[in-house]
């Protein structure tokens, strides 16, 4: 039991970055706390001991504001982060290292006695307010973004967005870099921003457009430079000034920010 419990607090660790000692994990994580309370409340389940198994479970919702049926099957290193508003159902079956963030349901279509609620296999996430709805499985590895509705199962790896929710299948990693996504990166690195937010491949169509106007802004830099090359054959000093930085404070104040204002704010700036 206290080998579950050492696990359960490194994995907070491990996806926190928020999380600075043990004793804070232990006293202000109501995710860890309704998992442990989820575990005697589904012990007591197994043993038929159905009443006390929800009272425990509604104390549970009571003190977290996390609702999980004492039913529900979980793994090990599960973790919910904020989990205001997240509900997880009787039927549930969780795998191993899987994320919740708040306002998750994983609820069911129909009120069939049998199985009616997903499957989560090991190292799914489920951003905030995304609702997985029936019997189907969400295969290792993928993931459903923030808002979405998803009600039908997702390939390993894939992503499910939108409503009602996309597949987005996982691309296999190319051997070698084009040059337009090295050219495309460098750029986002001399911004100040992760190139992987900007990737050609999001679903997001404010990523794509930032990432087409990343190629834009590298062109125009190839031609200034081939400008000052030629004036500086021809005696001129005017390419000779050096241009502003762009990783000062203002950037790295960004960089701990939500991806979406680092994006626009990085747009505006190349605009300016």
């Not at 012990?43 to 003190?63: D, I, N, P, Q, T």
């Not at 090359?229 to 502003?244: F, H, R």
Request: hydrophobic share 40%; proline share 5%; with cysteine.
């Amino acid at each position: 039991m206290f080998a579950r419990m050492k696990e359960d607090i490194a994995s907070v660790f491990h996806r926190d970055p928020a999380a600075r000692n043990t004793l804070e994990v232990l006293t202000c994580y109501p995710g860890l706390h309704a998992v442990w309370l989820h575990r005697v409340a589904h012990a007591l389940w197994v043993r038929r001991a159905f009443l006390l198994a929800r009272m425990v479970s509604h104390l549970a919702r009571w003190l977290t504001g996390i609702e999980i049926h004492p039913g529900a099957q979980i793994g090990r290193r599960f973790f919910i982060d904020h989990g205001f508003g997240v509900v997880i159902g009787e039927t549930t079956e969780i795998g191993d290292d899987v994320t919740l963030y708040q306002g998750v349901t994983l609820g069911g279509t129909s009120w069939d006695q049998g199985k009616r609620h997903p499957t989560l296999e090991d190292g799914v996430v489920v951003g905030a307010g995304a609702k997985v709805l029936g019997p189907f499985t969400v295969g290792a590895g993928a993931k459903i973004g923030s808002n979405a509705v998803v009600t039908k199962a997702v390939p390993a790896g894939a992503t499910a967005v939108g409503i009602p929710g996309r597949i987005i299948p996982k691309e296999p990693e190319p051997e070698a870099k084009t040059e337009q996504q090295v050219k495309r990166e460098a750029m986002a690195e001399k911004l100040g921003f992760d190139a992987y937010g900007v990737s050609r491949d999001m679903p997001d169509p404010v990523a794509r457009a930032i990432g087409q106007m990343l190629d834009h802004m590298h062109a125009v830099d190839s031609r200034l430079e081939g400008m000052c090359k030629a004036l500086s054959e021809l005696g001129s000093d005017y390419c000779a000034k050096e241009l502003p930085t762009l990783g000062g404070e203002d950037f790295e104040l960004l960089k701990d920010e939500s991806q979406p204002s680092v994006e626009v704010d990085a747009a505006s700036d190349s605009k300016a």
